[in-house]
């Protein structure tokens, strides 16, 4: 079989974060006295923690506060996550099953570094990825292309040969403008709001290593 790769994003994807995300932002704001709700939450989804604060701190605090509030967003997320790890449904299942039919398997994610070394470590599979992208390695998020692009380059394949999962409108747009096969996961977002991805389940279970070698040959 020719090299194909597979890029996850992390959240939603390979970890059910939502709750912890939320709850983690709502912690951040109530620090700061500032109401927080889902409907906000939703609306930002898919975009890393300093595009965020840059959007609605960003005129108010300098970079060097934004970093720290990130950085205590991101501390409070690991501390729930420590306590409580919930791994997507499939998701050990689907990336075993990938290894062994010969994908080249990536995360592309705009989370911190100790973030995604957490979850790798949780879910048991760190040896599994041939590269993993992170926040600290871009310098824009989703839906710019960036993240998959050096992701690709890590794992020595063309944006053609290689497939990503994402949850995340934003992410489905990266994908597509990355020039890669996109598979889009709901829960966190509709079917109708990621009607622009190639191909739409419900759950990682549906995939198979054949589903997604067709689906980067078509």
């Avoid at 075993?96 to 010969?102: R, V």
């Avoid at 497939?163 to 598979?183: L, Q, T």
Wanted: charged share 25%; glycine share 10%; with cysteine.
């Amino acid at each position: 079989m020719p090299d194909y790769g597979v890029i996850f994003d992390l959240d939603g994807v390979l970890v059910d974060s939502y709750r912890a995300h939320f709850a983690s932002w709502r912690a951040l704001y109530g620090e700061l006295g500032i109401e927080y709700n889902e409907e906000a939450f939703a609306a930002d989804f898919g975009r890393t923690s300093r595009d965020i604060l840059c959007r609605t701190l960003g005129g108010q605090l300098s970079q060097e506060r934004i970093r720290g509030l990130d950085e205590r967003k991101e501390a409070f997320f690991r501390d729930i996550l420590r306590q409580e790890f919930p791994a997507m449904d499939g998701a050990v299942e689907l990336i075993d099953a990938l290894s062994a039919a010969g994908f080249l398997l990536a995360v592309g994610s705009s989370g911190p570094p100790e973030n995604i070394g957490l979850a790798l470590e949780r879910l048991g599979r760190a040896e599994r990825f041939a590269a993993v992208v992170t926040g600290q390695d871009v310098t824009r998020g989703k839906p710019d292309p960036q993240v998959f692009q050096i992701a690709a380059e890590r794992l020595g394949l063309p944006a053609a040969a290689c497939a990503v999962v994402e949850d995340a409108v934003h992410g489905v747009e990266a994908a597509r403008r990355a020039g890669m096969s996109s598979i889009a996961l709901t829960g966190t977002t509709t079917r109708d709001q990621l009607a622009h991805a190639d191909l739409v389940v419900d759950r990682l279970r549906e995939l198979t290593p054949g589903i997604v070698r067709r689906l980067i040959e078509s």
